[in-house]
């Protein structure tokens, strides 16, 4: 939107976002109450963005509904593989949320056909959505990776990077069987983590078990910029999830030219290498495929 010359404001509820520039910080659902209704009585459209697998998802998507009844557009985009999931195995009330929810855009984007399906199964019109992933193409990124970053990865190969959250539904401990495998053939194999969650602590003392602390590099969230830096140096990249929609980093690494290997779930681009998922030996053969080939 900005290489179009339009103007965007991002309103972010995830309490660890920043808050500069074009990015506004939502403290509770007051804050962004207040900001979505002055948004849309100042005609801004909506562009809402959520995962669609937890009730907070719905609620804050028929919330952003309501208050874009006020304004001149919104689309609503599902991005996550467990929202058919969610809906199918719940409640009816459940169901009518996201129903009343979904029937409050014009539009409703999903990231792939399974959730297409699964929001036409409550009554939204075919008319009204679209599939289509959340991504677009990217270039190498010209940002500095970190010093210390960097003398780690010169110290390590072959060099695996991730994007996570640490989540059950992400696969980290699938990740550390691996790379525990992995070391046998591959003495100084690293791994670059990229990201975080509630569950990090316990990240961080699966991979102190497993002895892999000079193996896997938890670097934490990191902005865009050094995520695509960090992708770019490391010689293959690894999507261990057990459920997925359409990865956006996936797509990412591809365009970087970066190979990847890749739990066989949700919606996976031409290119990627796919291994069974929740299958570690199958996941060792396809980073070893990969290896092989650099």
């Known amino acids: 939107m900005k290489r179009a010359g339009l103007q965007s404001n991002v309103l972010n509820i995830d309490p660890r976002a920043p808050a500069s520039g074009a990015y506004i910080k939502i403290s509770g659902a007051g804050g962004l109450v207040r900001q979505l209704l002055r948004h849309t009585s ?15 998802s719905w609620l804050v998507a028929l919330v952003c509904g309501v208050a874009a009844q006020f304004g001149p557009a919104a689309t609503l985009t599902l991005h996550s593989g467990g929202v058919s999931g969610y809906l199918s ?21 999903c990231v792939n056909a399974e959730i297409s399906r699964g929001i036409a199964d409550l009554g939204v019109p075919d008319n009204r959505l679209e599939v ?7 270039e190498a990124s010209n940002a ?11 110290g390590h190969s072959p060099v695996l990077s991730t994007a996570t959250f640490f ?16 070391r046998k053939t591959h003495r100084e194999i690293g791994c670059v983590v990229m990201g975080d969650g509630e569950h990090r ?23 865009h910029e050094q995520c695509l830096a960090l992708m770019a140096r490391s010689d293959v990249f690894v999507r261990p999830t057990l459920m997925d929609g359409d990865s956006i980093s996936v797509r990412e690494a591809l365009a970087l030219g970066v190979p990847v290997v890749a739990s066989n779930v949700g919606t996976r681009p031409e290119g990627t290498l796919l291994f069974q998922a929740g299958n570690v030996r199958e996941l060792v053969e396809q980073i070893e495929k990969a290896v092989s080939q650099l």
């Open 167 to 182: 989540r059950p539904e992400y696969g980290f401990d699938l990740l550390v069987k691996a790379l525990t495998g992995l």
């Open 201 to 223: 602590d316990e990240g961080l003392a699966l991979v102190r078990r497993a002895g892999l602390g000079d193996a896997m590099l938890l670097a934490g969230d990191v902005d």
């Open 144 to 154: 500095a990776v970190p010093e210390d970053l960097e003398k780690w990865i010169e």
């Open 89 to 109: 195995s719940g409640s009816e009330r459940r169901k009518l949320i996201a129903r009343l929810a979904c029937l409050m855009y014009s539009r409703v984007v």
């Open 42 to 56: 100042d005609d801004w459209a909506l562009s809402v963005h959520t995962s669609g697998h937890n009730p907070k």
């Open 132 to 138: 289509a992933p959340a991504f677009l193409p990217v």
